[in-house]
């Protein structure tokens, strides 16, 4: 996989789902590597796409995310994302949820109708920094051509833990010329520092 590099925030669609008020800022009150991190400044329910041209059709890829939170202030991380570039949408993507009822929960959003894909045994922590890290690859078979592998894994206290791999049969939107990566800060207290993003030909 090759890593795309980005070194702005310009690099970025940043706004809110729906639409409505919504500002954002680097804090400098929490971050995994200084001297900031990104948070919310006012507002909730926003989504933050990676904008590259280079970034627009990730079918398979890695992406990866510090992330800083209290108790019940879930961050979401989002891939295969079908929101146009220059734009953010919260419709047709697939979500991954650290921290809903303390779990790790992954869905498929269609037409903005949530599916539960996988939930693994994961509780992660609070008010500490912690990465996690999916990957989604195709893996067609002869009864499901559109097979979809998605491995799990997560960084807690400098230890990488296995979260296991979950085949997803019908993995969706791997031909629509868009399938978008990066995440969706809902709330204040999120942050988030040191989003990597890898690309698979």
């Excluded at 890593?3 to 009150?29: F, M, V």
């Excluded at 398979?60 to 994302?81: D, K, T, V």
């Excluded at 979260?163 to 993995?171: S, W, Y």
Aim: aromatic share 14%.
């Amino acid at each position: 996989m090759d890593i795309i590099a980005h070194h702005s925030t310009a690099d970025w669609d940043i706004g809110r789902y729906p639409p409505g008020s919504y500002t954002w800022e680097l804090k400098d009150d929490e971050f995994h590597s200084g001297p900031t991190s990104f948070g919310n400044k006012s507002g909730t329910n926003g989504v933050v796409l990676l904008a590259l041209p280079a970034a627009a059709d990730i079918v398979q890829g890695r992406l990866r995310c510090w992330l800083y939170h209290p108790s019940g202030y879930w961050p979401i991380l989002a891939f295969r994302n079908q929101s146009p570039l220059g734009s953010v949408t919260w419709v047709n993507t697939y979500a991954l949820y650290v921290g809903l009822a303390g779990e790790l929960r992954l869905y498929q959003l269609v037409d903005g109708a949530p599916g539960l894909v996988y939930n693994p045994d994961f509780t992660p922590p609070n008010n500490e920094w912690y990465a996690i890290r999916v990957t989604w690859e195709n893996e067609p078979t002869e009864d499901w051509p559109e097979g979809m592998n998605v491995h799990l894994e997560a960084q807690v206290a400098g230890e990488w833990q296995d979260l296991g791999v979950k085949f997803v049969a019908r993995g969706l939107w791997r031909t629509t010329g868009t399938n978008r990566v990066g995440f969706r800060p809902l709330y204040l207290q999120q942050r988030y520092d040191d989003t990597a993003i890898w690309k698979k030909d």
